[in-house]
């Protein structure tokens, strides 16, 4: 039996959105090495198309070289996609029918499988599909979401002795925080600000405080 794996950047306060991510080298060669562990990919609607979009030849080709390695991965990467309104898929891709738990178990029983985006793996965490969660913790603070129910099913698989099979694993990004500067002269945080700013504090302290459930 295969695992099922998600993998995601997340910010300090929790924002998913892929734009928030900080795209550098490092992170672009951890996403390679995370999709070349799995023998498929299972994406939803949205993030196949972005994905196809960003990194399908040629529209990869003018990317910068030390985002190429990635591109070539995932190009070459089978697919499944999870989809009310696609009636077709290319890029190495099938369509997923039928029942989604019924249809992942399936995939999982010959292979390892990675997925990633938001909706499809809030589905399957609610599903109790995810046999490992990946967070790559950004040192930033966005103030928006969107921000994943995925997380919180992580955290309570983390801390129940109902989810033993599950495993949460954390990736954090060596990035220099900096306090912002002020042009002239220096202002007080206000409450929002300070709020912000201990938010983070508590959630960096428990993302750093590693949850590891043993299988």
Request: net charge positive; hydrophobic share 40%; glycine share 6%.
């Amino acid at each position: 039996m295969g695992l099922l794996r998600y993998s995601i950047n997340v910010t300090l306060d929790g924002c998913v959105d892929h734009r928030s991510a900080i795209p550098d080298e490092e992170l672009h060669r951890r996403a390679a090495e995370y999709i070349a562990r799995a023998d498929v990919l299972l994406f939803g609607r949205v993030t196949y198309e972005m994905m196809q979009d960003a990194w399908r030849p040629p529209a990869s080709d003018a990317l910068p070289d030390w985002m190429k390695p990635f591109g070539r991965t995932i190009d070459a990467a089978r697919k499944y996609v999870v989809s009310s309104t696609l009636r077709d898929v290319d890029w190495n891709a099938e369509l997923v029918h039928g029942d989604l738990a019924t249809a992942v178990r399936e995939l999982k029983r010959d292979a390892d499988v990675a997925t990633g985006g938001v909706m499809l793996p809030t589905a399957l965490a609610e599903l109790g599909l995810i046999d490992e969660y990946e967070f790559v913790v950004h040192p930033r603070i966005t103030g928006h979401g969107p921000r994943a129910e995925a997380l919180r099913r992580a955290d309570d698989a983390a801390g129940s002795s109902a989810h033993r099979s599950h495993r949460v694993r954390l990736g954090r990004r060596r990035v220099a925080v900096r306090a912002p500067r002020y042009s002239s002269v220096s202002r007080p945080a206000s409450t929002r600000q300070r709020r912000s700013v201990s938010t983070a504090a508590s959630m960096r302290r428990s993302w750093v405080t590693s949850r590891s459930v043993p299988s």
